[in-house]
């Protein structure tokens, strides 16, 4: 709705005698950017400024009659006159006209532009999931430490949503705008009209995730250079983009490993080690530090729901021989979030 501001009696002639200077072309850059926002003030001042305009016009008209010999240049004047008034008056109505839609035109695009900027941004804490609802109606899930940025309403073409993080997208179908979730500066986008699918492209991470759960999605990847590789996925595949390489890999897997965060589990299958330390600093908020390169070539297998991470660590040194000392972290919260640091080495 647009806000009504209704000028004062004193506000009102000091703004008159500014219209009677523009209307006459005396007007200074700082009287002319006054009268523009006193147009914007009200509808009503428009008309405000074609009624000042008619009376200037009539007033001058007075004054050149006064000032001739009335015998003598009354059919002339006559003749003028109406031509005079109507070029005048349409001139300003012109005007006017012309600054109103200027007026609605900016408005308008500065509505559409404010609305185009307006986005909502979700994020989770390490440890901590969500699940949203988007404009929609698609159901996303979204994993501990992730942010998904995402606009207050969807364009006409796409639904565009930004990941830095791990998300489940459940997607509502809609033939006409494609969902498309874009990672890291757009550096990977996963297109889809109507599917099931999850996606684990963290900021931090130099592999970027994506495992197809139901329809179809078209995975676009960019490098260095600028140049899209494109590649579909269909139900039960895994595509897996290392950005360091641009080298994209595509494998047959089970979808309940790679979604069964949503459920607050996590699952590793016969999975190497550094996918499993990658999994656990995002989702309890720690950085790892392997102090022997072999552990690195070790793979883990298990199960775990609802535990702590001194847990899970336990049951990766009984099953790996693994020793792990944790130490807190030491920093001030001002220079931004702690993590806590692991260390492993080989027992």
């Known amino acids: 709705m647009r806000e009504e501001t209704v000028l004062s009696q004193d506000e009102t002639e000091i703004v008159e005698v500014h219209l009677l200077r523009y209307l006459r072309g005396n007007s200074t850059e700082t009287e002319k950017a006054r ?5 914007k003030m009200h509808p009503d ?22 000032q001739r010999n009335p015998h003598a240049a009354f059919h002339k004047m006559q003749k003028r006159r109406k031509r005079r008034i109507f070029l005048r008056r349409f001139s300003v109505a012109a005007a006017c006209v012309a600054l109103a839609v200027s007026i609605v035109a900016n408005y308008y695009f ?3 532009k404010k609305a185009e900027q307006q986005f909502i941004t979700i994020r989770t804490n390490a440890g901590m999931r969500t699940s949203l609802n988007l404009p929609d109606g698609t159901e996303v899930h979204l994993n501990a430490s992730g942010t998904l940025t ?30 498309i979730v874009s990672v890291e500066n757009r550096r990977m986008e996963v297109e889809a009209l109507g599917t099931a699918f999850n996606i684990q492209a963290y900021a931090s991470d130099s592999l970027l995730k994506t495992t197809l759960v139901e329809g179809s999605v ?37 979808p309940v490993y790679d979604t069964a965060w949503i459920q607050g589990r996590l ?5 190497p080690v550094p996918e499993v330390l990658m999994r656990l600093s995002h989702f309890y908020g720690v950085t790892f530090d392997v102090e022997d390169a072999v552990i690195n070539h070790y793979t883990f297998t298990g199960t775990f729901e609802n535990r702590q991470l001194s847990q899970v660590l336990d049951y990766l040194c009984i099953s790996s021989r693994i020793g792990y000392k944790i130490i807190p972290s030491t920093e001030d919260d001002s220079r931004g979030v702690r993590r806590t640091k692991v260390i492993l080495k080989k027992r």
């Open 218 to 254: 078209r995975i676009g990847m960019q490098n260095e250079v600028g140049a899209w590789k494109h590649a579909k996925l269909k139900p039960s595949e895994k595509a897996v983009y290392n950005r360091n390489g641009s080298i994209l890999k595509i494998t047959s897997v089970n």
């Open 45 to 66: 001042n428009e008309k405000t400024l074609l009624q000042i305009a008619r009376m200037y016009d009539a007033q001058r008209s007075r004054e050149r009659i006064r």
């Open 35 to 39: 009268i523009t926002e006193w147009l």
């Open 110 to 112: 500065l509505s559409q």
């Open 150 to 179: 995402y606009p207050a309403s969807f364009g006409a073409k796409e639904r565009r949503v930004t990941l830095d993080g791990e998300g489940y997208f459940q997607v509502a179908r809609d033939a006409k705008r494609p969902f």
């Open 267 to 271: 699952m590793f299958r016969d999975m």
